[in-house]
């Protein structure tokens, strides 16, 4: 059993910075970032392998979020730069993927934290 907390979350303007963070519990293997903004289907935003030298983006944000994992706290960033409206959405930590691609199932779920951006 794994568990996920989202935390950092928040307000910004367009053009800023947030930092997103995950704290798993267990043994997380592959994570990732998703994220859903109303009205939308749940993208995939980053994943990362187990040992974090594997890393995807979704094309929308290649250049401007990075996702990086402390494997000695079992935590998870998404740091994201440069930040557009449509970033907006609620933000998902997700972990426990066979294919660890962003298009593939994850078995467990935080519970999300919002980023709103404005412009």
């Known amino acids: 059993e794994v568990q996920l907390v989202e935390s950092g979350g928040g307000s910004v303007q367009a053009g800023g910075s947030l930092r997103v963070s995950c704290s798993a519990s267990g043994r997380p293997g592959c994570m990732a970032w998703f994220r859903q903004a109303p009205g939308k289907e749940r993208e995939g935003v980053a994943t990362i392998n187990y040992d974090g030298r594997i890393i995807n983006y979704a094309d929308s944000v290649k250049g401007r979020f990075t996702i990086t994992r402390d494997i000695a706290k079992n935590t998870l960033h998404l740091q994201m730069n440069s930040l557009k409206p449509e970033d907006s959405a609620m933000y998902y930590c997700?972990?426990?993927?066979?294919?660890?691609?962003?298009?593939?199932?994850?078995?467990?779920w935080g519970q999300g934290t919002q980023v709103t951006v404005s412009s």
């Open positions: 997700a972990a426990w993927s066979a294919q660890c691609q962003l298009e593939a199932e994850f078995r467990y």
